[in-house]
């Protein structure tokens, strides 16, 4: 597993927040750099996945916390090497 | 995605037709047009009858539903991540909107635009 980048820590953010926040923060960040993102949104595990899909950034590691499997995951996104 | 061409038909075309009629509707179409263009699609949010109005200045910015951000502030973040508004002009024209009126990021269309859009293979969505 690669160590992050940077961590975007987002606890009570969900759809209308969150894959705006991870795109914006993404842009901070150079192409081979990998953000994890810390989210107890249910619903992340099925939208951070095709928010990386559309934008083709690749999601490398999904970590789920087995102590609250309906809620806390830890992703991993890696900045594709041809972002502007 | 940013496109500089304002009526060039997009790749997503999410219309709404609410205004402060009714503000979760009003809200949907900047909420789901934001994550869109975040996910860099092409998109445009295309407001007809009521909701021509949120694509004028101030108007939307104390419409709220629930816990949502207000409508203005989508909007913005909507036209900043890329986003285009499409206002139709068949219907800014009775409410006396002209593009003088329109935020940053909107511009008054005509149904060739949307015609051009849908022919073009738009995907669409309505609230």
Redesign the interface.
């Known amino acids: 597993m690669t160590a992050p980048t940077r961590t975007l820590d987002a606890p009570g953010l969900a759809?209308?927040?969150l894959?705006?926040l991870?795109?914006?923060t993404m842009r901070d960040l150079r192409p081979g750099d990998v953000l994890e993102v810390r989210t107890d949104d249910p619903a992340a595990r099925v939208g951070v996945p095709?928010?990386c899909r559309?934008?083709?950034n690749p999601l490398t590691d999904t970590i789920a916390d087995t102590t609250h499997p309906d809620d806390n995951t830890a992703f991993h996104i890696t900045k594709k090497e041809n972002a502007t | 995605m940013t496109t500089t061409d304002m009526t060039a038909p997009p790749a997503l075309l999410i219309q709404g037709t609410h205004g402060a009629d009714d503000a979760e509707k009003a809200t949907l179409p900047f909420?789901v047009g934001?994550?869109s263009a975040?996910?860099?699609?092409d998109t445009v949010v295309f407001l007809t009858s009521e909701a021509v109005r949120l694509a004028t200045r101030g108007y939307a910015d104390d419409i709220t539903f629930a816990d949502?951000?207000p409508a203005g502030k989508?909007l913005a973040?909507f036209v900043t991540?890329g986003g285009r508004v499409w206002a139709c002009g068949a219907c800014t024209g009775p409410r006396g909107i002209t593009a003088e009126d329109l935020v940053e990021g909107a511009a008054i269309v005509t149904a060739a635009n949307l015609t051009e859009a849908l022919v073009g293979g738009a995907a669409t969505v309505a609230f």
């Not at chain 2, 975040?38 to 699609?41: E, K, P, S, W």
């Open positions: 759809c209308i927040d894959t705006p991870i795109a914006s095709a928010w559309l934008t083709g | 909420i934001n994550v975040t996910a860099d699609q949502h951000p989508v973040e991540n």
